[in-house]
């Protein structure tokens, strides 16, 4: 139950992270759309319509950071992030074991102090009432709970990873091979 909860969790994670990259694009492009059209009304008319997407740079900005912090946790499950083989590539058995366990623990580590403070300043802004300063008066703790979130989904994936190596479980392995540098 729990697997399948945490399997869940992690995906959720990566499909809300899609879904701000697909905002990302939308928004963007809508942009660019809208920009052409400003660009056409001046040639043919003399002077641009003036259309704009309010905000749509800061807007981008927060889907960013909410793709990429969100994305974290289920692009370590899938064995996607880029690590540094030299070391553990001579290691085998326990010693492997050991290295693997360590980095997963003080990875976990700073994502749990990292999502502790993040969270933090979180319920500072909600409770300052801090809105953002740009075009788009959105409530800070908005765009910050993102990260949050992300960091928190990583530190639960990261513990989860240790888990599975402190139970024999070594599904590094894979991952470690396949993306050494």
Known sequence: MLRRFLDWLYDAAGAVAAIF???????VLGQVILNIVNALGFR???QASGFSIPGYAELA???????????????????????????????????????????????GGLSAFASVHMLAM????????????GLLPIPLWIPQSLPAAGL???????????VGLLSGDDTDRESVEKYQV
């Open 21 to 27: 990259l697909m905002a990302i694009v939308a928004i």
């Open 61 to 107: 900005g927060y889907f960013l950071s909410g793709s990429v912090f969100l994305g974290l946790a289920p692009t370590l499950r899938s064995g996607g992030h880029i690590r540094v083989g030299l070391l553990i590539s001579g290691l085998k058995g326990p010693a492997r074991r050991l290295v693997l366990l360590w980095s997963v623990i003080v990875a």
């Open 122 to 133: 979180v319920r500072e802004s909600y409770e300052f009432g801090d809105l953002a300063q």
């Open 44 to 46: 043919l008319f003399g």
């Open 152 to 162: 928190l989904v990583l530190a639960v994936a990261l513990a989860d990873q240790a």
